[in-house]
């Protein structure tokens, strides 16, 4: 029985060594997309990286969260 529980422990970190990784990817793409959305958004309305303040930035966050469920609530 010991050897039973031995190769369901080591199938059971694999599992959670391959969910760990899973892990990592999810939140690599999330961020790798935050990233290009945020480019974008400076990018379309013409801000300068070097003079936007983080209550600037927080501001249009949440001017986009608006129009956004705005749009949604719309449809």
């Not at 801000?47 to 303040?53: C, W």
Request: proline share 1%; glycine share 4%; hydrophobic share 35%.
């Amino acid at each position: 029985m010991i050897g039973g529980i031995i190769v369901t422990q080591s199938n059971l970190e694999k599992q959670e060594a391959k969910l760990k990784q899973l892990n990592q990817k999810i939140k690599a793409e999330k961020s790798k997309i935050e990233q290009s959305l945020g480019k974008e958004i400076i990018k379309s309305s013409n801000l300068n990286y070097a003079t936007l303040t983080t209550p600037q930035i927080k501001m249009i966050a949440k001017k986009i969260a608006a129009f956004l469920n705005q749009d949604q609530n719309n449809q």
